[in-house]
Nanobody, 116 residues
Framework: VQLVQSGAELRNPGTSVRVSCKAS????????IDWVRQAPGQGLEWMGR????????KSAQKFQGRVSFTADTSTSTVYAELSSLRSEDTAVYFC??????????WGQGTQVTVSS
């Protein structure tokens, strides 16, 4: 099983960023994919998740209206897009596969830096 994320991003405040997570080695639609971030000096923060089978999503209240999750079953890739970026969104963003309520595989992380 592998989750491979896209590379580091640098964005200006107010813009958007999309991070990808390509899955391999398992049945893509059989597991939810969650997104978690870690800001400098902070703990992990859950952002939300997507069910690749039907595209259903759930997001943390903090991010509602700013985050969207999509899945492309043709490429076994999920995407997280965060809009209206601010400096506090600077963090490492991770995708993780959810198995029975726990995360069993993680992507390598994507650094997103928001700075003018």
């Amino acid at each position: 099983v592998q989750l491979v994320q896209s590379g580091a991003e640098l964005r200006n405040p107010g813009t958007s960023v999309r991070v990808s997570c390509k899955a391999s080695g398992y049945a893509f639609t059989a597991y939810f994919i969650d997104w978690v971030r870690q800001a400098p000096g902070q703990g992990l923060e859950w952002m939300g998740r997507i069910d690749p089978e039907n595209g259903g999503t759930k997001s943390a209240q903090k991010f509602q209206g700013r985050v969207s999750f999509t899945a492309d079953t043709s490429t076994s890739t999920v995407y997280a897009e965060l809009s209206s970026l601010r400096s506090e969104d600077t963090a490492v963003y991770f995708c993780a596969r959810r198995e029975r309520g726990e995360f069993d595989y993680w992507g390598q992380g994507t650094q997103v830096t928001v700075s003018s």
